[in-house]
């Protein structure tokens, strides 16, 4: 709890600096730089576009049971989610797009009976680094930026958690794919991922792992966009089919602006899990803050 404090309280004050009238930020914008902010704005929602990106994602997860003592009250797990974007070009209507993610965690988990508070359920949290992913894609089109886009690639999760309660401990494989329809004001797509265990600790449970972007995103005024973009999850190894499932909608805004020289994307967004595990803990609440800068292209 005290490194999930201290993280958020890093965000925090990053964005209150980015936003006080002293910072680099803001300046206004002429005609012509608006209308490119704009392209930027619409791009860096599209998962397989030409952008380079450093997306810091801050996950502030409320996590309970229906049916179990450890997690009746809900419990917060905190996540960062480092992770870059890089795009090259490999022909002149093809694309390659590798987005490694780092995650860091400060996370709840049921750590048994009390033996001195009456055997009460006691919760503990661990903190560190969880399971890295990697995905690359290869998208056709080259800089097209509307209209119907698709791409489709590997994607891994390599077992680098720091604890046991951070990562399932197994090394897993599977397909990506992404498609979606975008122009100046819509941005609408789904981005599911699989992976199946295909190594790692023995001890450790197989893993079959659907994750599911789905995003939708509308820009009522030049810069901004409202929208939502949770992750669907399914867990197909979970022997009870009410545990399986993760299903949130959303509610979300996104505001794109210059910072200096540098073109700096803010959002925030709240998901409820319409669906969620009963019996075992799961994803009620998830609140969003994402900071991503738009780098320029080195190659």
Not at 10 to 22: N, R, T
Not at 286 to 297: D, G, S
């Amino acid at each position: 709890m005290k490194l999930a404090r201290r993280l958020a309280a890093c965000a925090l004050s990053l964005s209150i600096l980015l936003a006080m009238p002293g910072a680099p930020a803001a300046q206004a914008p002429d005609e012509s730089q608006r209308r490119d902010l704009q392209k930027l704005t619409q791009q860096s929602s599209n998962p397989v576009g030409d952008l380079w990106m450093i997306a810091n994602q801050f996950n502030f997860n409320l996590i309970r049971s229906d049916k179990g003592q450890d997690f009746a009250s809900p419990k917060l797990q905190f996540n960062w989610n480092f992770q870059p974007v890089l795009t090259f070009d490999v022909a002149s209507d093809l694309r390659l797009v590798a987005r490694p993610v780092v995650p860091v965690y400060s996370s709840p988990y049921a750590a048994g009976l009390s033996t001195v508070d009456n055997n009460v359920s006691k919760v503990k949290y661990k903190a560190g680094l969880g399971d890295a992913e990697f995905m690359a894609m290869l998208t056709p089109g080259g800089s097209q930026s509307s209209g119907f886009i698709f791409g489709a690639g590997p994607t891994a999760i390599f077992p680098t958690a720091t604890d046991r309660q951070l990562g399932n401990g197994k090394w897993q494989l599977g397909p990506a794919l992404a498609a979606l329809y975008m122009d100046e004001k819509w941005v609408v797509g789904v981005f599911p991922q699989q992976w199946w265990s295909i190594g790692g600790d023995a001890a450790r449970k197989d893993v079959s792992l659907t994750k599911a972007q789905y995003f939708l995103w509308y820009s009522p005024a030049p810069t901004w966009q409202v929208g939502m973009a949770p992750n669907i999850v399914v867990d197909w190894m979970q022997p009870k089919a009410e545990n399986r499932w993760t299903v949130p909608v959303g509610l979300g805004v996104s505001k794109m602006t210059m910072l200096g020289n540098l073109p700096v994307k803010f959002s925030v967004e709240a998901d409820y899990s319409v669906i969620r595990p009963r019996s075992i803990p799961g994803n009620e609440w998830t609140f969003k803050l994402t900071i991503t800068p738009v780098l320029p292209k080195l190659f």
